[in-house]
């Protein structure tokens, strides 16, 4: 569990460079009066402890019937629409999502606390559970998921679509600054987005909230100054409270398991390798509205069909040009269609023009792309496709556009 224990507040002192003696004073005199007592390590409050503080309602792990929780959120898990690799999804699993609960209501004191999650829907969802009457908002980057989470949560609950790495004005206008009491946030595995992340953190939590952040593990390949960038990116508005090494785990997404079997591993062996820590910190600074909105963003339209999500490219300016015919729709790879891999680093991705959440990437034509977000579009919202009129409106003969919707219902419906 997070230490809270007066030996930690001494190492924690130590390591920064001072010595908080009155902190560790405080909680000698708590121990003394039987508000708190020291057990395996921790700080607990006392039956004495919660009285003396009043009718404060304390949100109980204990209380909690995980079995429920459980069976509710993994069926919930269950009939999620597919993440995708384009928006760097990856979740928690059941047991992590459980095992969070514990840590953050542990350290909750406020009697009605404003919670946000960034970038971690799952447990959001799991939190809304537990605690449906806690106002809590859900800050992702997939208007997908989150349309899909609005029909489980309580109506404490927000969900709040943004891209925290290329935030537009109309979704800073959606952000409250200072207002939140505690902020999770479950970053991707690169520096820009943990700056992006913490920044938007600083600008939501209030004077003296609990930030809670994801880190990743020693194994993860960054090198020394980009942890060093991060690190300074907290230094800057937070103090160091303490750490949960090692054990946030991650569901392997499908996207991810297809990347692997095409790089020819067999499906036993893909097991849910990915693992983070956990900091708790404190924000020691109020928040200041100076910076400038990043830049738009918008190159991908997304559909989404029984669970399976596609994007495509927003027009043939986006795409590096490839020489296809110009309305053929072909895997990337000549020899199969999953792309082989899931860094945001690797080159192939910028000739990506169809992407799907199984990881299955394709080149559209250069006539092609339009007719192809038109075609998603309708099947989409179930529509009746008017061959005729798309044939005169392309210039595309009948025996191609056959072809094209043929090619285009296996993307979409195969598995």
Same mark, same amino acid.
């Given at each position: 569990?997070?230490?809270?224990?007066?030996?930690?507040?001494?190492? /924690?002192?130590?390591?920064?460079?001072?010595?908080?003696?009155?902190?560790?004073?405080?909680?000698?005199?708590?121990?003394?009066?039987?508000?708190?007592?020291?057990?395996?390590?921790?700080?607990?409050?006392?039956?004495?402890?919660?009285?003396?503080?009043?009718?404060?309602?304390?949100?109980?792990?204990?209380?909690?019937?995980?079995?429920?929780?459980?069976?509710?959120?993994?069926?919930?898990?269950?009939?999620?629409?597919?993440?995708?690799?384009?928006?760097?999804?990856?979740?928690?699993?059941?047991?992590?999502?459980?095992?969070?609960?514990?840590?953050?209501?542990?350290?909750?004191?406020?009697?009605?606390?404003?919670?946000?999650?960034?970038?971690?829907?799952?447990?959001?969802?799991?939190?809304?559970?537990?605690?449906?009457?806690?106002?809590?908002?859900?800050?992702?980057?997939?208007?997908?998921?989150?349309?899909?989470?609005?029909?489980?949560?309580?109506?404490?609950?927000?969900?709040?679509?943004?891209?925290?790495?290329?935030?537009?004005?109309?979704?800073?206008?959606?952000?409250?600054?200072?207002?939140?009491?505690?902020?999770?946030?479950?970053?991707?595995?690169?520096?820009?987005?943990?700056?992006?992340?913490?920044?938007?953190?600083?600008?939501?939590?209030?004077?003296?909230?609990?930030?809670?952040?994801?880190?990743?593990?020693?194994?993860?390949?960054?090198?020394?100054?980009?942890?060093? /960038?991060?690190?300074?990116?907290?230094?800057?508005?937070?103090?160091?409270?303490?750490?949960?090494?090692?054990?946030?785990?991650?569901?392997?997404?499908?996207?991810?398991?297809?990347?692997?079997?095409?790089?020819?591993?067999?499906?036993?062996?893909?097991?849910?390798?990915?693992?983070?820590?956990?900091?708790?910190?404190?924000?020691?600074?109020?928040?200041?509205?100076?910076?400038?909105?990043?830049?738009?963003?918008?190159?991908?339209?997304?559909?989404?069909?029984?669970?399976?999500? /596609?994007?495509?490219?927003?027009?043939?300016?986006?795409?590096?040009?490839?020489?296809?015919?110009?309305?053929?729709?072909?895997?990337?790879?000549?020899?199969?269609?999953?792309?082989?891999?899931?860094?945001?680093?690797?080159?192939?991705?910028?000739?990506?023009?169809?992407?799907?959440?199984?990881?299955?990437?394709?080149?559209?034509?250069?006539?092609?792309?339009?007719?192809?977000?038109?075609?998603?579009?309708?099947?989409?919202?179930?529509?009746?496709?008017?061959?005729?009129?798309?044939?005169?409106?392309?210039?595309?003969?009948?025996?191609?556009?056959?072809?094209?919707?043929?090619?285009?219902?296996?993307?979409?419906?195969?598995?």
């Amino acid at each position: 569990m997070i230490l809270k224990s007066k030996q930690n507040y001494q190492k /924690i002192a130590m390591s920064a460079g001072f010595y908080p003696e009155n902190i560790v004073n405080a909680i000698d005199e708590l121990i003394k009066e039987g508000i708190v007592e020291s057990k395996e390590g921790e700080m607990r409050l006392t039956n004495k402890g919660r009285q003396k503080i009043g009718d404060m309602p304390f949100y109980l792990f204990s209380e909690i019937d995980l079995d429920l929780l459980k069976a509710k959120l993994e069926l919930a898990i269950k009939n999620m629409p597919d993440a995708h690799l384009l928006e760097y999804q990856w979740w928690f699993t059941c047991d992590t999502c459980i095992r969070l609960l514990g840590v953050l209501t542990e350290n909750i004191l406020l009697s009605n606390p404003k919670i946000a999650f960034i970038g971690a829907p799952i447990l959001a969802l799991a939190f809304n559970y537990a605690f449906p009457e806690l106002e809590i908002y859900i800050y992702d980057i997939s208007q997908t998921i989150l349309l899909y989470l609005e029909g489980k949560l309580s109506s404490t609950c927000k969900c709040v679509c943004i891209d925290v790495l290329n935030e537009t004005k109309d979704e800073a206008s959606n952000v409250k600054d200072n207002y939140f009491d505690i902020v999770f946030m479950d970053p991707p595995f690169y520096v820009e987005h943990y700056v992006a992340f913490i920044k938007l953190s600083n600008r939501m939590l209030s004077y003296g909230g609990d930030l809670y952040s994801t880190i990743f593990n020693e194994n993860i390949k960054t090198n020394l100054r980009e942890r060093k /960038i991060i690190f300074n990116e907290f230094c800057k508005n937070f103090t160091f409270i303490s750490m949960l090494n090692n054990e946030i785990f991650y569901n392997v997404p499908r996207f991810e398991l297809n990347t692997y079997k095409a790089m020819g591993y067999n499906s036993e062996d893909i097991s849910d390798w990915r693992y983070n820590s956990l900091l708790y910190m404190k924000k020691n600074s109020y928040y200041s509205n100076e910076e400038d909105i990043n830049i738009e963003r918008g190159i991908w339209n997304e559909y989404c069909f029984n669970k399976k999500r /596609i994007f495509v490219k927003t027009s043939i300016s986006n795409c590096i040009n490839i020489e296809i015919g110009d309305w053929e729709i072909k895997p990337l790879y000549n020899e199969d269609c999953i792309l082989k891999s899931v860094s945001r680093r690797y080159s192939e991705r910028d000739k990506i023009s169809l992407w799907t959440s199984d990881n299955e990437v394709f080149v559209v034509g250069r006539k092609g792309l339009a007719l192809v977000n038109e075609i998603l579009t309708e099947l989409e919202q179930n529509n009746k496709i008017d061959l005729s009129t798309l044939e005169v409106k392309y210039g595309i003969d009948d025996c191609d556009i056959h072809k094209f919707i043929d090619k285009l219902e296996e993307i979409t419906y195969g598995r």
